[in-house]
């Protein structure tokens, strides 16, 4: 039984280890492969910043007020804030001294989750072991998942991670091989994620497996997935109510809900290239053309189509339903317009197709390689090699080099594939070995013909923890930066780039210091406080920025730097200069040379131990104070003829105001800060409390679909057959 045992988990063990392996690649080519796009400035400064959160007891972290624009955990939804294994992630991350070792250990993490479910899923497919080892290292390499999400949209490696898990534990319910419970538990967890992509393959894997469990007359099985997937779905308000309550004021509101633009958007052809790992699809990217072989898949999969026992498949396709449909639905998806509601870019969900497709492709796979005919199987593997390298070569002919290189070694693997299904009983080994070196042998190809992923923004932002809040943390009190370096994200001006972050920081870096900064990374801006600051989603500002903010937003206010109670303000000289503004009277100059001014507020702040930062005439406030992350108080002698207060935080729906238990009207003013609106005549203590839209609606929710997959849980367990048992000894 040991025996039997190791043996059994070599595969597995050669998937973990090959993946892990491979994965560690283009962090010895480059250093800043995994550190670009979004996780640089967003998910590690944000991951950080919530593994401190969690540690102090914020949990769930549903908002923080001093991050201003980031700070909306809730309605950004793409944290992942309920699910639980993200706090790990994020203890790890906030743990680490150095954000970019950290993050690529994690993201090591996650590639092989991703690689070891693809495994299960094809085993559970009836795939061989070899076949299914081979299938699932190459996933997590497939030029998407790593040029893109392993690079720069870390939440999207997550929720991919989880699909084939998902996918995995759904179909043994269907087949009764799990408790619909657990079924519950993995749908729960690619909702609680956050990310859509995760939830939008819930519902596709899910429905894909309704209708194989239909084709196969599984009804009892069909009851207990929609059961198991129905309750799942009930988590899905208290994930995502904040995000649509919250949107209609943020830049998500902005356009059209169905548009194309271009972007991210691979045409039908491109997909000749999936085994061509030099060829660059002719996609429009994030910063211009795209740069990688974004659609690539393995460089075995064209190759072995002509060798192939599609034979086997004949007659007995009912049972594989589940991954014919996912990669049509998704073959579909990945061909639509470049936005449909909040899904955009369908590059993004390639890899779900290529998920499908390999399930099938190491089912087939199992049946071995056909051995007759091999003149004319010879020549359609030379053809789908060529043929798609001489189109590539032909949209860039200054890719010679890499295209030849590229299809060299195609052509080397394929034919040492076709040596090893020849070696008798070792064959399948062999073969699986071929192509599992042969996946490592492509990523260390691509990485020395490509590198990083130039058509991700580019950052080169530092890393190390210590370093950051020794530069950084002498900046005092709330910190507004005014500043844009987007022309110099380009490889010819990254040492340019770099020495910028002696002075600023992009993003949301600054929640890896102790210092309270306006400027965050987010894809949730409220749209009001971007405009007054005329400031992008990723932090950086135009020149009228830095005018706004000495100016007050309305003719009674006071200027919108006192409204957010700013005491450093970092600008950058050229855009000082650009925008015309010296700060008027009660700020300091402490910093000044030809790339940053640093002014820093000479006069005391009223209420300092309060977000409070405005009371109309005749107001008087005794006192008041922060209760945490989420709660104002603000002790009121006379609110004389009423009107409105203004608070230092944005308005988010959410607030709550009361006044002697009785609610105030919360709005937010025409910068997007927070307003109560005072009665008149009145006195007493004002308590100001944040909780997310749509909460209790959402633990109601929630609680139900738990109640329901502990039911079917109970009534879906695997009961011991009475006869057998009897008859034991």
């Not at 001093?66 to 790990?88: Q, R, V």
């Not at 042969?438 to 530092?462: D, I």
């Not at 990374?521 to 706004?548: A, I, N």
């Amino acid at each position: 039984m040991p025996r039997r045992s190791a043996r059994r988990a070599i595969w597995p063990l050669t998937v973990v280890v090959a993946t892990a392996v491979f994965a560690t690649i283009p962090k010895l080519v480059t250093t800043w492969f995994y550190q670009r796009g979004d996780t640089a400035v967003q998910f590690a400064p944000t991951w950080f910043h919530l593994g401190e959160l969690v540690r102090g007891g914020s949990y769930p972290p549903w908002m923080d007020p001093s991050t201003w624009a980031g700070g909306n955990y809730a309605a950004e939804a793409l944290f992942g804030i309920y699910d639980p294994l993200n706090i790990p992630v994020w203890l790890v991350m906030s743990a680490g001294s150095n954000l970019m070792t950290t993050m690529f250990l994690v993201k090591l993490v996650f590639m092989v989750l991703l690689a070891l479910g693809t495994y299960l899923l094809c085993r559970e497919y009836d795939a061989e072991p070899w076949a299914a080892a081979s299938a699932a290292v190459a996933l997590p390499f497939c030029g998407f998942t790593l040029f893109w999400d392993a690079a720069s949209w870390a939440s999207g490696l997550v929720a991919f991670a989880y699909t084939p898990w998902v996918w995995y534990v759904l179909r043994r319910v269907l087949r009764g091989t799990a408790n619909p419970f657990w079924g519950f538990v993995l749908g729960a967890l690619a909702v609680t994620q956050g990310n859509p992509y995760g939830v939008l393959a819930l519902v596709v894997v899910g429905l894909a497996l309704v209708v194989e469990g239909l084709l196969t007359d599984n009804r009892a099985g069909v009851v207990k997935l929609v059961g198991a997937g129905a309750c799942a779905a009930l988590l899905l308000p208290l994930v995502f109510l904040p995000l649509l309550d919250t949107s209609g004021l943020t830049v998500r509101s902005l356009g059209a809900l169905i548009a194309n633009t271009g972007k991210l958007q691979p045409k039908a052809g491109d997909f000749l290239q999936a085994s061509n790992p030099t060829a660059v699809p002719p996609i429009i990217a994030i910063t211009g053309p795209n740069t990688v072989p974004a659609t690539y898949l393995a460089w075995f999969v064209l190759p072995f189509l002509p060798w192939l026992r599609w034979g086997e498949l004949r007659g007995r396709l009912r049972p594989y339903a589940g991954p014919l449909l996912v990669s049509v639905v998704y073959l579909g998806l990945v061909l639509a317009p470049s936005k449909l509601w909040q899904f955009r870019w369908p590059l993004r969900v390639t890899e779900y197709f290529y998920l499908g497709l390999l399930v099938l492709f190491a089912r087939v796979l199992s049946q071995g390689l056909a051995t007759g005919r091999r003149r004319e199987r010879l020549l359609g593997s030379a053809v789908l090699i060529a043929f798609p390298a001489y189109l590539a070569w032909a949209g860039q002919p200054a890719d010679l080099h890499k295209l030849a290189a590229g299809s060299a070694l195609v052509v080397v693997l394929t034919a040492g594939a076709l040596l090893a299904a020849r070696l008798g009983s070792q064959r399948t080994v062999a073969l699986a070995g071929v192509l599992i070196v042969g996946t490592g042998l492509t990523v260390a190809l691509q990485l020395a013909s490509f590198g990083e992923n130039k058509g991700s923004r580019v950052w080169h932002a530092p890393a190390d923890v210590a370093t950051l809040r020794a530069h950084f943390d002498g900046r005092q009190g709330t910190v507004a930066q005014f500043s844009d370096f987007r022309a110099l994200q380009h490889q010819s001006t990254l040492r340019e780039l770099t020495a910028k972050w002696r002075y600023f920081l992009p993003g949301s870096l600054y929640d890896v210091t102790d210092v309270a900064a306006v400027n965050h990374y987010t894809g949730m801006g409220l749209v009001r406080f971007e405009r007054s600051l005329c400031m992008s989603y990723d932090g950086f500002t135009k020149p009228c920025g830095y005018h706004s903010i000495f100016q007050p937003p309305a003719p009674s206010l006071p200027p919108l730097a006192d409204l957010m109670k700013v005491q450093t303000i970092v600008v950058g000289t050229k855009q000082a200069k650009a925008a015309k503004t010296t700060p008027p009277a009660g700020w300091t100059q402490v910093t000044a040379n030809g790339q940053v001014q640093v002014y820093r507020r000479s006069q005391a702040l009223p209420w300092p131990a309060s977000q409070l930062s405005f009371v109309p005439n005749g107001v008087q406030v005794a006192a008041a104070g922060s209760d945490g992350l989420r709660h104002q108080h603000v002790d009121l002698t006379t609110t004389a003829n009423g009107g409105q207060a203004v608070f230092a935080m944005l308005g988010w729906p959410g607030w709550r105001a009361t006044l002697h238990g009785r609610a105030l009207p919360v709005g937010r003013d025409s910068a997007g800060l927070l307003t109560v609106t005072l009665p008149a005549n009145s006195s007493g203590r004002l308590e100001l409390t944040y909780l997310p839209p749509g909460l209790k609606a959402g633990i109601g929710a929630a609680a139900l679909g738990l109640l329901g997959a502990l039911a079917l849980g109970w009534f879906g367990r695997r009961r011991k057959d009475p006869v057998a048992t009897a008859a034991r000894p």
